[in-house]
């Protein structure tokens, strides 16, 4: 049973940071394509980055993120991260961890992916 635990949610002002971790287990980590989502009350999830698996290149990231985010994994941790700085008021929405696999390739779309965590809470204040 595969199992993806978030972390790293919170309440920040406007330009802050946050770091957002996610841990799989239950499957062999590093042939999961990882990515992370986010739903805004109200609106439809949406793509905000995704690395391949393995080495972890491709990564892709939302172009309304771009710049400021950054995805990462670790294989030897079997984690993924997502590193956000200079958070806007835009950016405040439940971040999901997604993994799709084994052996899939990168993708924008949620229902491609296999797996799911709970989700943390992201808000940012002006």
């Known amino acids: 049973q595969v199992h993806l635990v978030e972390s790293g949610g919170g309440v920040v002002q406007t330009g802050d940071s946050l770091n957002l971790s996610c841990a799989l287990s239950g499957a062999t980590f590093n042939t999961y394509t990882m990515a992370w989502f986010r739903q805004a009350p109200g609106k439809e999830r949406e793509f905000v980055a995704v690395?391949?698996?393995?080495?972890?290149?491709?990564?892709t990231h939302a172009d309304s993120v771009k710049g400021r985010f950054t995805i990462s994994r670790d294989n030897a941790e079997n984690t993924v991260s997502l590193q956000m700085n200079s958070l806007k008021p835009e950016d405040a929405a439940v971040y999901y961890c997604?993994?799709?696999?084994?052996?899939?390739?990168?993708?924008?779309?949620?229902?491609?992916?296999?797996?799911w965590g709970q989700g943390t809470q992201v808000t940012v204040s002006s």
């Open positions: 997604a993994a799709r696999g084994p052996y899939y390739g990168n993708s924008y779309y949620p229902y491609e992916y296999n797996y």
């Open positions: 690395i391949a698996w393995g080495s972890g290149d491709p990564t």
